[in-house]
């Protein structure tokens, strides 16, 4: 029995050349978001409070993209487990297209409404802090990110493409490359050094920005440099247009997806902004444990990643048993390293909060949240594999009852009557939100054993 989720030796090197190159890239991006966290944190509670708030409001729109190109990306992958290079340039340029015109859609919208969103997390207690000037820290914050905003998207669709194609080590490396500028450009920014003005909040805006530009010119320089090795990027601008029947395959399978993104980050901003009714120390203490989570979590994210390739290129090449097998395989490995990596968690919580400059208050709720975090770690990484398991088949409208729906029919709507109508405290409500996704692993538990997930959607095209 346990032969079935231990793999062979050939299969652990796949995962390991695979993983290896993301887990590097997403560590060092969070290892810095961390660092780039407790930059802003030595500015106060008010500081940080107000980069959470407009990263919070961000995320809707870089989800967005994300749900709209994965969509797109699972006939990339089965594309090119067929060997169809045209089909990979025709979904590409699909991407940039969905990219670029959510990107400007979503830059609008901000520029609109971006201080109604801001304020709408300022209506609980401020704890000693000043409310107006977290306000204007988050708007000129976010104003300053928008400039980022194309950069990014492009990023993604380049990136995401060249992994559906096997290569991992080239966005590694811009990922790197764009870290190092901006964890430098901080240092710089926030605090004045090297006769630069002392910026703060804004500083850390301006570094970010310029860092996705370097990212954007790496990429794409050597995308085009390589068309040998990515036969796919060959004349993707030249004659520049998409097949009709991919659009309408297409949209069918990205639609779910892209709905999905926009509104599962809604409800997690939505849960954000119910916190927010503890105070502003809550505020500042889930920014941090918000900050160490995605750190422990890269392995996580890349483990979905490595679902969406592994499985969907066995899919595109008609080998489902095969394709069912692998996956099984990698969600069994992605619970026993996150039984370990919840255990290093519990055990980092208290040293993290001593990174920062806020009140003795702050680190002690940010101590208990990690706690809570790392005990319900096992819990996500299941559910996350198994939306990528769904996902890679182009089951897109079972994801987003699974993901989407689920979320604000029982994750929005429990942190909602917790925090209107109890006295709870932020640590037992998050408890509860957290451990009520046990509900959720039993879905996906479910769904997994009826195979019903694993099937081949370029084979006609």
């Not at 400007?104 to 304020?119: C, K, S």
């Not at 097949?243 to 990205?254: F, K, Q, Y």
């Amino acid at each position: 029995m346990l032969k079935r989720y231990i793999g062979t030796r050939a299969f652990y090197r796949s995962v390991i050349s695979l993983l290896i190159p993301i887990v590097i890239q997403q560590f060092i991006t969070n290892f810095v978001s961390l660092l780039d966290n407790i930059m802003v944190g030595r500015l106060g509670t008010e500081a940080i409070s107000a980069a959470s708030i407009a990263n919070s409001v961000l995320m809707v729109l870089m989800l967005a993209i994300f749900g709209g190109l994965s969509g797109i990306s699972i006939y990339g992958a089965q594309f090119y487990g067929k060997g169809d290079m045209d089909g990979m340039r025709q979904a590409f340029r699909l991407k940039l297209v969905f990219s670029l015109l959510c990107t400007l859609a979503g830059i609008a919208v901000y520029a609109l409404f971006g201080e109604g969103f801001i304020r709408s997390f300022l209506q609980g207690e401020s704890n000693g802090g000043d409310l107006e000037l977290t306000l204007r820290e988050g708007r000129a914050y976010l104003t300053i990110m928008l400039w980022g905003q194309v950069p990014f998207a492009l990023v993604q669709a380049y990136a995401s493409t060249l992994r559906e194609s096997g290569e991992t080590v080239v966005p590694m490396v811009a990922g790197v490359c764009a870290i190092v500028t901006n964890l430098f450009l901080n240092w710089v920014l926030i605090f004045g050094r090297l006769g630069a003005p002392a910026l703060g909040v804004r500083g850390a805006a301006i570094a970010t920005v310029i860092s996705r530009y370097v990212e954007m010119a790496i990429v794409l320089i050597h995308a085009h440099r390589h068309t040998r090795k990515y036969p796919y990027v060959a004349g993707l601008y030249r004659g520049f247009s998409i097949s009709l029947p991919l659009i309408r395959r297409v949209l069918p399978t990205a639609a779910p997806l892209l709905v999905n993104e926009i509104l599962w980050s809604l409800g997690m901003t939505m849960i954000n902004r119910f916190y927010s009714s503890r105070g502003l120390n809550a505020v500042a203490a889930l920014n941090i444990n918000g900050t160490a989570w995605n750190l422990f979590c890269v392995i996580m994210f890349a483990m979905g990643t490595a679902v969406s390739i592994m499985v969907g290129q066995r899919l595109g090449a008609g080998k489902l048993e095969e394709a069912r097998e692998v996956d099984r395989q990698l969600i069994f490995l992605t619970e026993v390293l996150h039984v370990v990596i919840g255990v290093l968690m519990i055990l980092a919580a208290p040293y993290i909060p001593l990174l920062y400059n806020v009140g003795p208050e702050v680190r002690d709720l940010t101590r208990r949240l990690l706690i809570v975090a790392g005990l319900s770690l096992p819990i996500h990484s299941f559910a996350h594999v198994c939306y990528f398991t769904i996902r890679s088949g182009g089951k897109t409208v079972i994801t987003f009852l699974f993901d989407a729906v689920y979320t604000w029919a029982v994750t929005v709507l429990l942190a909602f009557l917790l925090t209107r109508y109890t006295a709870l405290d932020i640590i037992q409500i998050y408890f509860c939100v957290q451990f009520i996704d046990i509900l959720k692993l039993i879905i996906g538990l479910l769904m997994l054993r009826s195979n019903f997930w694993a099937r081949n959607v370029v084979s006609d095209l």
